[in-house]
């Protein structure tokens, strides 16, 4: 790392609002030497919360998070917002949007507000997302809020960056809930109905308590994000034992919320605070953390060996000319690719040897 990042490093650990968002921008931008100072910021983290906030457009999140933040300062807390906006690269309209409605911690520099867009290049946001945090953790936040625009796919993977993940949902919904069911349910540790002061949200609470009763009868919860035990049959919500092992056997409540006006707020901080609490004495949480390092692991090992394979394929003449050859049946697909990770497959072989060499002399 060179000096100028070891600077930035050292006033980032110093409490430096500016340090922060110039390394988050680092990490966005993917800049010359970002690894090695993400690499640093590991020995630093761990004692943030991270709380992952979802759910369909109009449902009110940016509001929520507005108010939720608030209530964390009120309590003496900091606070640090990742505002992820995949469908807007380009202008951020929707974030900037969601921004300006965020007005009740405008000013407060213990509120670190930061919009990172997908530019293009989804997949690899969740990994940027999962770097700001660390940043942030760094920092010193005592909660990192994840707000995503939507609730497709793109922003489950990113929300599996939180310990916690609430998912908010507008009264009314209807249909919306029933094509909740293949993702939401899974990664939902609270569910949060919010504008409850709307026509409608009596029925839609009642929806949601049935869908979870039908994923645990059904087992949809079983072994998933929860692991609730299917066999279990309890209505209570607290009650699910998760006995078989395959969860850590936490059944999402539902909140109702007026996020205007801040109703049910406190109640919404509380069950974050009792599922955190679940986490850390049913293990978990680490659970959850090792297999997020797993993933981190996986995915920095795809990035790197594409890049070695591009490299290979260019010295090579490039990825046309080999599809070329084989569309004049001078080669196969299955050839080439055995061809280009040769090397390697050799140089891995090199570092063993080398790795043996040096045990046994030692």
């Not at 709380?51 to 807390?77: C, F, M, Q």
């Not at 998760?242 to 936490?250: E, F, L, N, T």
């Not at 995915?299 to 003449?317: I, K, P, S, Y």
Request: with cysteine; charged share 30%; net charge negative.
């Amino acid at each position: 790392m060179d000096s100028d990042d070891e600077s930035l490093l050292e006033a980032l650990l110093a409490g430096e609002h500016r340090a922060l968002a110039r390394v988050i921008s680092k990490i966005e931008n993917r800049s010359p030497g970002y690894r090695n100072l993400v690499s640093e910021l590991y020995a630093h983290t761990g004692d943030a919360d991270v709380i992952g906030i979802t759910g369909s457009p109009g449902a009110g999140k940016s509001t929520l998070v507005d108010k939720l933040a608030e209530a964390y300062r009120n309590r003496g807390e900091t606070v640090g917002i990742i505002a992820i906006d995949p469908s807007s690269p380009f202008t951020g309209g929707a974030v900037l949007g969601d921004r300006i409605r965020m007005a009740s911690t405008v000013g407060d520099m213990d509120v670190f507000v930061r919009s990172m867009s997908a530019r293009g290049t989804l997949g690899g946001l969740s990994t940027a997302t999962a770097d700001a945090v660390k940043a942030m953790d760094a920092f010193g936040k005592d909660k990192i809020i994840i707000e995503t625009v939507g609730a497709g796919q793109n922003e489950i993977d990113i929300v599996r960056t939180a310990d916690s993940v609430a998912v908010l949902v507008p009264p009314g919904s209807g249909d919306d809930i029933q094509t909740l069911k293949a993702g939401i349910l899974e990664i939902a540790d609270i569910f949060v109905v919010n504008k409850a002061d709307r026509d409608g949200a009596d029925r839609t609470v009642q929806e949601l308590r049935e869908m979870v009763h039908l994923g645990e009868e059904s087992g949809i919860t079983g072994g998933g994000h929860h692991g609730v035990d299917a066999t279990s049959g309890g209505d209570d919500w607290g009650e699910a034992d998760g006995g078989d092992g395959s969860g850590d056997g936490w059944t999402p409540p539902i909140v109702e919320t007026i996020a205007t006006s801040g109703t049910g707020v406190d109640e919404f901080i509380d069950q974050l605070a009792t599922h955190r609490a679940h986490l850390v004495d049913s293990g978990a949480l680490a659970e959850k953390v090792r297999t997020r390092y797993a993933e981190e692991i996986r995915t920095l090992l795809r990035e790197d060996v594409h890049a070695m394979l591009e490299a290979e394929l260019a010295e090579r003449g490039g990825i046309d000319d080999l599809a070329e050859a084989v569309r004049q049946g001078e080669t196969d697909p299955y050839s080439l690719a055995t061809d280009v990770l040769e090397p390697v497959e050799d140089c891995l072989e090199d570092i063993e040897t080398e790795t043996g060499a040096v045990s046994k002399t030692e």
